[in-house]
């Protein structure tokens, strides 16, 4: 019998090889013309609905377009959340420059500042 060495098994994405992490923000203005090409595709799916005569193909159309509506929605919020999360950092650093103990939010204060500035209430 002739022994085999064990292979290594590692996460490609805490690699150095892979590079840097990707610098969301850059990478969203890189390919921000997406988001008018997504915009004008829910517009002729929109369309495509209003002219359709068959039920099913119509069906079909309605749960595209309302899938490209979540991820849109899921999208934005993801973004006010970075912004909320990037004012409180810029908030805390501050703080912290003065002597005070850093406070990292709890995921449900983010949620709460998010709707505060999604509502303003």
């Known amino acids: ?20 992490p990707v610098d ?9 013309f997406l988001e008018d090409y997504r915009e004008d595709e829910m517009k002729e799916l929109r369309g495509a609905i209003r002219k359709e005569r068959d039920e099913e193909q119509k069906e079909k159309l309605k749960k595209a377009l309302g899938a490209m509506e979540n991820r849109k929605k899921a999208r934005e919020r993801r973004e006010r ?12 650093k501050e703080l912290v420059r003065q002597g005070k103990q850093p406070y990292y939010l709890k995921q449900k204060e983010v949620d709460k500042r998010v709707l505060v500035d999604t509502f303003g209430t």
């Open 24 to 32: 969301e923000a850059r990478v969203r203005k890189a390919y921000g």
């Open 81 to 92: 959340e970075e912004a909320v999360l990037e004012r409180h950092r810029k908030e805390e």
């Open 1 to 20: 019998v002739i022994p085999v060495a064990k292979r290594d098994v590692r996460d490609p994405r805490f690699e150095p090889v892979t590079g840097p």
